[in-house]
């Protein structure tokens, strides 16, 4: 077992936390902690410009993970609720009616600042169906780290060479 466990976190690693790193930072922020992991994924890409697809692949794969875990938080919180009033849902604010409209679909907007989070939550609170938005989040946030990635590369030129 050992003989795999090295090459896989050599794989992992830049020059020994990389990506596993960026993985682990893109998770925790994707949860209702308020943390960004955009420096983290830019600063490895400064560092080593060939990770450029491999840190937004682990980004994402972290950020949707995160999301999912939220989405799991939400659909927990849901169900205490109810366990302890014994009452369905009353009237929803504007927003969870939104949320209600566009079902999974709104997941896609997971990659917001603020709000994001709190939307995955939402979604599992309301019980929508799990995998497709997992789908619509891993969407958004690749779209976000592909984006603010290439823009942070293309305002910061110069590759960092030691």
């Not at 790193?21 to 600063?43: C, D, K, Q, R, Y």
């Not at 994001?116 to 169906?129: E, F």
């Not at 938005?133 to 976000?144: E, P």
Request: hydrophobic fraction near 55%; include cysteine; proline fraction near 8%.
């Amino acid at each position: 077992m050992d003989h795999w466990i090295a090459p896989l976190l050599a794989a992992l690693a830049l020059p020994q936390y990389g990506l596993s790193t960026v993985f682990v930072i893109s998770l925790v922020s994707a949860t209702l902690l308020p943390m960004g992991s955009e420096p983290a994924v830019f600063g490895l890409v400064k560092l080593n410009a060939d990770l450029f697809w491999p840190a937004i692949l682990v980004a994402t794969a972290g950020n949707t993970i995160g999301g999912m875990i939220t989405y799991g938080m939400g659909y927990g919180a849901e169900r205490a609720y109810e366990t302890m009033t014994h009452n369905p849902r009353v009237a929803h604010p504007r927003a969870l009616r939104w949320l209600e409209r566009f079902g999974p679909k709104a997941c896609v907007m997971a990659w917001l600042p603020l709000v994001g989070d709190p939307l995955c939550a939402v979604a599992g609170w309301l019980r929508l169906a799990f995998w497709p938005c997992v789908l619509y989040m891993a969407i958004g946030k690749f779209a976000r780290y592909l984006v603010m990635t290439a823009a942070l590369l293309w305002v910061f030129p110069g590759v960092y060479t030691p």
